[in-house]
């Protein structure tokens, strides 16, 4: 997350603020585990364990299933966006458009 500016509490209520492409970016670089281009449900729990610590990643499951919009059990590109909410819930940040 070295990248994502700053914006204090002008607004953002002192969240991160990144772009969705950022946001895309980050969670392909930091988080994509066997580099296939998705996030599995245990890649994402694992990023959430990091963002907020072990018990935060037990609620992440309904948000999962909501952002699987195909429920394939992956959030490829074309579902990264519904992890909007998510980020913001779970990873204190705020997604731009």
């Known amino acids: 997350m070295a990248f994502m500016e700053h914006k204090g509490f002008n607004g953002h209520h002192g969240k991160r603020v990144m772009t969705v492409e950022q946001f895309k970016l980050w969670l392909k670089t930091a988080f994509d585990t066997n580099g296939d281009g998705r996030m599995s449900k245990e890649e994402l729990r694992h990023a959430v364990r990091l963002a907020r610590g072990l018990f935060a990643s037990w609620s992440c ?37």
């Open 61 to 97: 499951d309904t948000d999962f299933k909501f952002a699987d919009a195909n429920h394939n059990g992956f959030i490829d590109e074309n579902e990264v966006r519904n992890l909007v909410h998510f980020a913001d819930k779970h990873f204190n940040v705020k997604i731009t458009h």
